[in-house]
Nanobody
Framework: QVQLVESGGGLVQAGGSLRLSCATS????????MGWFRQPPGNERQFVAA????????YYADSVKGRFTLSRDNAKNTAYLQMDSLKPEDTAVYYC??????????????????WGQGTQVTVSS
């Protein structure tokens, strides 16, 4: 049984930082693409970042590029999303997801096979 568990969300002031973690189990983590999506209040879920199993640099949404950093630790089966210079518009529920297929569009939510339960990030102005 595959499980993805996010942690690290919370309340932070604008300009602050948070690091989200996505701990996985039951998954061949080293060959999975890991993605982060977010759902702001009253809006649809949107792509944030993704990292493949290879050496290619992570993909980022334009809205977070230069502020967020996605990394993975294959020894710990965990992905991390470091979020710096946070803005109120980053407020959302953040979801971790895993994709086991290769050669698919990593920005597309529908391509992902497994999802975490989400963690709330609130950025106050």
């Amino acid at each position: 049984q595959v499980q993805l568990v996010e942690s690290g969300g919370g309340l932070v002031q604008a300009g602050g930082s948070l690091r989200l973690s996505c701990a996985t189990s039951g998954l061949t983590f080293s060959v999975a693409t890991m993605g982060w999506f977010r759902q702001p209040p009253g809006n649809e879920r949107q792509f944030v970042a993704a990292i493949t199993w290879g050496t290619r640099p992570p993909y980022y949404a334009d809205s977070v590029k230069g502020r967020f950093t996605l990394s993975r630790d294959n020894a710990k089966n965990t992905a991390y999303l470091q979020m710096d210079s946070l803005k109120p518009e980053d407020t959302a529920v953040y979801y971790c997801a895993a994709l086991v297929k290769q050669g698919v569009a990593v920005r597309e939510m529908s391509e992902y096979d497994y999802w975490g339960q989400g963690t709330q990030v609130t950025v106050s102005s």
